[in-house]
């Protein structure tokens, strides 16, 4: 859907099927990943530098490491998948990257996908690193505990560290199409559409940036604002952990210090003139 070379039938397949369901699928996949590229640019450009992309699924146009390595060549970024077939492929076509690597794990435990020493040794989690959780929710269900998968992730970020995530919604899709898409997941993995204030507290123990929780399109659009939209078909925000603020207007994590700022007592992260992040704790 997105137009890029890596994907096999069954993704084509697959893609035929949902497209014949919901023919608007195609721009949404499209400003899906446009909100993507938005996203990592605009962390990167707050010196974020280390990414954790997971259910990333094979490599297509405007990868996470690409944008990222626009602002920043020293970026590093793990990609993330279940399926092994795409992390295979994944790390062929990244294989002269020291930067990035393509690991294989489950995300609904994110634990032991946490602890995996690929990851450890490629990522130093006592630095700010931004975790992407991006059209993957809705592939678990109430009862797998969507809110505990994602506060897990918190649980083992710095603060400083950002959270990038969407999920579809049912809020604006007609019931006969809800119905026929949900059927069509039934014989898969299933299908967990969400209300927009459901999606808003995957993201407690986070502060949203602006603009908050949006539609992919309107999400910090470009020259010319967001384009008109008929229908939503998903919510999608970026939210940072909080910055504690320690006895004398110090940022602190326990007695770790996230980010050296030219404002000290600042809170709202979009006025700090951030230097190089030194190590949390």
């Not at 070379?5 to 899906?32: G, Y």
Request: aromatic share 6%; glycine share 10%.
């Amino acid at each position: 859907m997105l137009g890029g070379r890596e994907n096999f039938q069954a993704d084509r397949s697959a893609a035929e099927s949902v497209l014949r369901i919901f023919p608007e699928t195609k721009q949404k996949v499209r400003e899906n990943r446009a909100f993507l590229r938005r996203a990592v640019g605009y962390l990167s450009e707050q010196g974020i530098r280390q990414f954790l992309d997971v259910g990333s699924g094979l490599p297509t146009q405007d990868n996470v490491h690409e944008v990222a390595h626009e602002v920043n060549p020293d970026a590093k970024v793990v990609y993330v998948d279940h399926d092994p077939v795409v992390v295979s492929h994944g790390n062929a076509l990244l294989a002269k990257s020291e930067q990035v690597i393509v690991v294989q794990a489950d995300f609904r435990e994110p634990k032991a996908l946490l602890g995996l020493p690929a990851i450890r040794h490629h990522l130093d989690f006592a630095q700010p690193v931004a975790v992407i959780l991006l059209q993957v929710l809705h592939f678990v269900s109430d009862e797998d505990d969507p809110e505990g998968i994602v506060a897990a992730f918190k649980d083992a970020l710095c603060s400083g560290s950002f959270l990038v995530l969407g999920q579809l919604s049912g809020d604006d899709i007609p019931e006969d199409v809800r119905a026929r898409a949900m059927q069509a997941y039934s014989s898969a993995s299933g299908l967990w559409l969400r209300g927009k204030n459901q999606i808003g507290r995957l993201f407690d123990g986070f502060e949203l940036v602006e603009p908050g929780l949006t539609p992919e399109h309107a999400w910090r659009p470009g020259p010319g604002g967001a384009p008109e939209q008929l229908m939503t078909t998903g919510w999608v925000a970026v939210a940072r952990k909080p910055l504690l603020i320690g006895p004398g207007g110090g940022v602190r994590r326990g007695g770790a210090i996230p980010f050296q700022l030219e404002r000290a007592d600042a809170v709202d992260h979009e006025a700090w003139q951030i230097r190089k992040p030194p190590a949390c704790g």
